[in-house]
């Protein structure tokens, strides 16, 4: 079946103006997170979702970033007013449920690129 | 807090060399432990992991062995192919209901014929 989608594949972007990516998850998937890859940093944790709850947004680094998901499905991770450090490759996983055990399954990624 | 630390890379081995790729943790709790491999152009996949103490997750001819004594997770192989070019991530997840996971930096490998 398919995978996590996610697009664009790629944005470049000017400094202080507004991005939206979208992750499309595996179907049927209740758990989703958002993860940003980047030279500096690593691999770094950003939000996650689960069914219809609260999102955790304890790994978002600062308010000019958000996240929604819409029916339980589809997300869309907005940075506003971006800045140059923003740039990265920003992943979305999905999982058939949350907790420590369960497999997450990747997107390609969108790669940002803040000029 | 929580965190992975593993061996910079890049590693570059022969074809048929044997690997070792070493990764720490440092967790509260009990967390479960997972080896993810990036291929070039594509995105991450999980490679094994391991839920628990003493647990070995194993797949494509990896190895890693849960070792709550040294924090260690470290991943093996004993014959590398040209094909195992990749980056490898590993990563832990925290105990309780969220499940998200903890990075290491990365160990590129290139694997030579």
């Known amino acids: 079946g398919a995978g996590v989608s996610q697009s664009p594949s790629n944005k470049v972007t000017e400094k202080g103006k507004d991005v939206e990516l979208r992750c499309d998850p595996i179907?049927?998937?209740?758990?989703l997170y958002w993860y940003r890859q980047s030279l500096g940093q690593g691999l770094e944790f950003l939000i996650y979702?689960?069914?219809?709850?609260?999102?955790?947004k304890s790994g978002l680094p600062s308010d000019r970033f958000s996240a929604e998901r819409t029916g339980g499905s589809v997300s869309t991770l907005t940075i506003q007013r971006t800045q140059q450090e923003d740039s990265a490759v920003y992943l979305c996983?999905?999982?058939?449920?949350?907790?420590?055990?369960?497999?997450?399954?990747f997107g390609p990624g969108t790669r940002l690129t803040v000029l | 807090g929580n965190s992975v630390t593993q061996m910079e890379g890049p590693v570059t081995l022969s074809e048929e060399a044997f690997l070792t790729i070493n990764c720490t943790y440092t967790?509260?709790?009990?967390?479960?432990l997972f080896w993810y491999v990036q291929y070039p152009g594509e995105g991450l996949q999980l490679l094994l992991k391991?839920?628990?103490?003493?647990d070995k997750g194993s797949n494509k001819g990896f190895e890693a062995t849960y070792r709550k004594e040294t924090t260690s997770f470290h991943l093996e192989k004993g014959s590398v192919q040209v094909s195992d070019s990749a980056v490898y991530f590993c990563?832990?997840?925290?105990?309780?209901?969220?499940?998200?996971?903890?990075f290491g930096k990365g160990t590129k490998l290139s694997v030579k014929p």
């Open positions: 996983a999905s999982s058939s449920t949350s907790g420590p055990y369960r497999e997450q399954f």
């Open positions: 179907s049927g998937h209740t758990a």
């Open positions: 979702f689960q069914g219809n709850s609260a999102p955790d």
């Open positions: 967790a509260t709790g009990y967390p479960s």
């Open positions: 391991a839920t628990k103490a003493d």
């Open positions: 990563a832990l997840s925290e105990g309780g209901s969220q499940g998200n996971l903890i």
